[in-house]
């Protein structure tokens, strides 16, 4: 049991958990927005595959273009906070993931999104 003098754990490795956690928020934050523009870009895949004629078809490309707007938005905001929290925490030693692979991952991610766009303003009516 800990006396009043010396603490539990030295406070080095407080803070090095503390960074740790930070580390892990920030991806858990990244795969969040990811997640969502996943989810906003499948949305908008199945509203233009599955919506019946019952509905006039530029509404539903309206509604899936928006969706699809959504997930790039997504995508980009991901990395543009993934990236902001690598510049505060670049001078710490704490091992992230390289802002360079996320921004590669948030590109492709906004391409796909883009090449989904085509497709449904492609597709025939």
Not at 23 to 31: H, K, M, P, Q, V
Request: include cysteine.
């Amino acid at each position: 049991m800990p006396t009043e003098n010396s603490p539990a754990t030295p406070i080095d490795t407080r803070e090095e958990l503390a960074q740790d956690r930070t580390a892990l928020a920030s991806e858990r934050t990244y795969a969040s927005w990811v997640r969502t523009g996943l989810a906003s870009l499948a949305a908008a895949l199945g509203i233009a595959k599955f919506i019946d004629n019952s509905v006039p078809v530029w509404t539903v490309r309206a509604i899936a273009s928006l969706l699809i707007l959504l997930a790039a938005l997504s995508f980009l905001l991901a990395a543009w906070r993934y990236t902001g929290l690598c510049k505060k925490l670049k001078n710490l030693d704490i091992t992230l993931i390289p802002h360079q692979i996320v921004l590669l991952i948030s590109g492709f991610l906004v391409v796909c999104s883009g090449f989904a766009l085509l497709a449904i303003w492609m597709m025939t009516g």
